[in-house]
């Protein structure tokens, strides 16, 4: 079984920008969850998508946006890019139901620069 | 709203010895899951252990423990015979059975262990 992978692992863009971060789930995992995680910081739940429709969303502007694709995997969306966005951005897939969410694994983040 | 709190920002502790790294929450709900989870340099949260709050015995994982005390929200992770390979951010992490949604994370403990 393949694991979670996120592109690009590095990345750095302009105040203003827009990003597109990507992420392909683990085989058998229907869910998407993506997370912030500021430096020195636990990660902060930003949305999950499962069957290709968002399915909870954290405290994060209408500029985070995102989709899920009929393969699971999924993309980050970031418009207007603030020097505070930057962080590292996890990704985690799980299948859902029956508290299989707690089975979620994590992919290597990207890690975002904003200058 | 559900809060994960770690008080010890930073750790060390010599080679094969123990150490216990704590957690306290706040919640109001009463199903609901705990996790450890450990960050290296690798960047990519790897799940150590899980405990279900309505189970009352304590979870193990071969070096790994917690001392799970629902009264007190409390939730330690003990590691046995640490070994170098253990050095890591270590974050306290809750989940909402009901939603299977977002896990909220501590600010997390950096655990260094020295040979």
């Known amino acids: 079984e393949t694991g979670v992978t996120q592109s690009p692992t590095h990345l750095i863009k302009t105040r203003g920008q827009q990003v597109t971060l990507r992420c392909s789930s683990q085989?058998?995992?229907?869910?998407v969850s993506w997370y912030q995680q500021a430096l020195g910081q636990g990660p902060q739940f930003i949305f999950q998508?499962?069957?290709?429709?968002?399915?909870g969303r954290g405290n994060f502007p209408p500029r985070f946006s995102g989709l899920q694709f009929p393969n699971y995997s999924s993309e980050l969306n970031v418009n207007a890019l603030e020097l505070d966005d930057s962080a590292l951005y996890l990704c985690?897939?799980?299948?859902?139901?029956?508290?299989?969410?707690?089975?979620?694994?994590f992919g290597q983040g990207t890690r975002l620069t904003v200058v | 709203a559900q809060t994960v709190t770690q008080s010890q920002p930073e750790m060390s502790v010599q080679e094969a010895e123990t150490v216990t790294l704590s957690c306290t929450y706040d919640?109001?709900?009463?199903?609901?899951?705990l996790f450890w989870y450990k960050q290296p340099p690798s960047r990519q949260m790897i799940l150590v252990i899980r405990q279900e709050a309505y189970k009352q015995q304590n979870a193990t994982e071969n070096r790994f423990s917690v001392n799970f005390q629902k009264a007190a929200k409390s939730f330690s992770l003990k590691i046995s015979d640490s070994q170098l390979g253990d050095t890591a951010m270590y974050f306290c992490a809750f989940m909402w059975l009901k939603t299977e949604d977002k896990i909220i994370f501590g600010k997390g403990t950096r655990l260094h262990i020295l040979p």
């Open positions: 919640t109001s709900e009463n199903n609901y899951y």
């Open positions: 998508y499962y069957r290709e429709e968002e399915n």
């Open positions: 085989s058998g995992h229907n869910t």
């Open positions: 985690a897939s799980s299948p859902k139901g029956q508290g299989a969410a707690t089975e979620a694994f």
